[in-house]
């Protein structure tokens, strides 16, 4: 037994449109983040010298370089990696020694 007809209802048909959102969607806010941790730790590996925080400066550089949009500033990201490495060099060219980990230093 086969039915020929459709049986659904054309009359009761509607277009599904999604509900309407009163917040926007949650931005991720990684980058500038990381971007601003760079920055201070650059300048804390220029002032003071610790080859660790220009370190952990490239590699907040890196994070921000690596999660940024097309739509971020390119400038400010760029200037914020060229200062962390600036930080690196100039940390081992006043002293060239290697680094020592901050907790070497501990005496008990």
């Known amino acids: 037994m ?16 999604p509900p309407p959102s009163t917040t926007a969607p949650a931005e991720d806010l990684t980058t500038d983040y990381m971007n601003i941790l760079g920055m201070v730790f650059s300048m804390c590996g220029l002032m003071m010298r610790l080859k660790w925080c220009a370190w952990t400066a490239v590699f907040c550089s890196s994070i921000s370089f690596a999660n940024s949009r097309v739509s971020d500033d390119t400038k400010q990201i760029v200037s914020s990696f060229m200062l962390s490495i600036s930080a690196v060099v100039m940390s081992y060219l006043q002293n060239p020694s290697p680094m020592s980990p901050p907790w070497a230093t501990l005496t008990t």
């Not at 039915?3 to 599904?16: G, I």
């Open 2 to 17: 086969q039915l020929t007809s459709d049986p659904r209802r054309a009359d009761r048909e509607r277009r599904y449109k």
